[in-house]
């Protein structure tokens, strides 16, 4: 039977969103082993916290060092997440995305240089092992039609094009943005027409409903 391949960008949020989540990443770690003889999974790890503390204690530095330290966060964050699954993972971590090798082990990766975030290396990824959907799991449940930190009355959108999403978003990338899906990733999957659905990764078990089922809660992004 041939295993389903599936793209997953882990938010740095969910790993280390001040300290390291342990119990976070067992978990997922127990879902990825659980579904290993279905599905191939490539995961891309963000930098979170950990980045944008490093980004902050540099404040004059220039954009391109401050992706420099990004990068390096989502590295240190690969790494440990690699710690967890080689004995099922690929020996090597993967920073460039146009040299992804394609096999069954679960594939790790992280940052690969400055203009972007971890997203734009998760389409990247996508693409170069022809997967239409990647999977962002973060700390939120969905898109909202507005800031839910400072609009009490958004609300969640269940589906939504590429360009609906572009134009609700900043248009340029910053180190550290903080938004569902930055925009130069937003741009390169609309391109190439990849599907993104963005999901709360703490909710795992919504993960693993669409694992089995195909069918997402929280919102899917589509040309």
Not at 61 to 82: F, S, V
Not at 177 to 193: E, Y
Request: net charge positive; hydrophobic share 40%; proline share 6%.
């Amino acid at each position: 039977m041939k295993r389903a391949r599936v793209i997953i960008s882990v938010g740095g949020s969910l790993i280390a969103p001040h300290d390291i989540d342990v119990s976070f990443l067992k978990r997922l770690r127990t879902v990825l082993t659980q579904f290993s003889r279905t599905h191939t999974f490539a995961l891309i790890c963000g930098g979170g916290a950990t980045a944008r503390t490093y980004q902050a204690a540099a404040p004059h530095a220039t954009h391109q060092d401050k992706d420099w330290l990004g990068i390096y966060a989502t590295r240190l964050n690969a790494l440990l997440l690699w710690t967890l699954l080689k004995n099922t993972a690929h020996p090597n971590i993967i920073t460039d995305p146009r040299y992804t090798p394609r096999t069954n082990k679960t594939i790790i990766a992280a940052g690969w240089k400055p203009g972007w975030s971890t997203d734009y290396d998760a389409v990247m990824l996508a693409h170069k092992l022809n997967a239409k959907t990647v999977i962002n799991l973060s700390n939120t449940d969905a898109v909202y039609t507005a800031d839910p930190r400072t609009h009490k009355k958004t609300k969640p959108i269940a589906d939504m094009t590429w360009k609906q999403y572009l134009n609700m978003i900043p248009k340029k990338w910053t180190p550290g943005m903080n938004c569902p899906f930055d925009p130069v990733a937003s741009r390169l999957a609309a391109k190439k027409k990849i599907n993104v659905i963005i999901m709360n990764g703490k909710a795992l078990n919504r993960f693993m409903q669409f694992l089995k089922t195909g069918r997402a809660q929280g919102t899917i992004v589509h040309p």
